[in-house]
């Protein structure tokens, strides 16, 4: 698989939407979503675009290699200075993180 589309797959996940509902998402056949997926072949630069949208992420998100769960803390460290968030909030939104991480691999 390739690593770079292991982040569309995560994301797919994390909504809870089937392949073939990106596909409809997307208007395009199964195959051809799964092909994305698989890292058979790519989307161009507007259905890269549609993918961010419905996965409500960006387009710099899908292409990075960084884990959706480092993002996700990163995001939250970063919080604590914006929000005023507690140590002890970000050390249970990381807790959280985790427990998502094993439940997306658990659906591998």
């Known amino acids: 698989m390739n690593k770079r589309f292991e982040k569309l797959i995560e994301y797919r996940k994390l909504r809870g939407y089937t392949q073939k509902r990106m596909a409809e998402f997307m208007n395009i056949c199964t195959p051809t979503y799964t092909g ?10 507007y259905e890269l675009k549609k993918l961010a949208e419905i996965l409500h992420t960006t387009t710099d998100s899908l292409l990075d ?15 604590v200075f914006k929000m005023q968030l507690t140590p ?20 591998s």
């Open 65 to 79: 290699e960084t884990p959706i769960s480092q993002e996700i803390i990163s995001s939250a460290e970063n919080s």
């Open 88 to 107: 002890k909030q970000v050390d249970s939104i990381k807790e959280t993180i985790d427990i998502l991480n094993l439940v997306l691999k658990n659906k």
């Open 36 to 45: 994305w997926e698989t890292g058979l072949s790519k989307p161009d630069i």
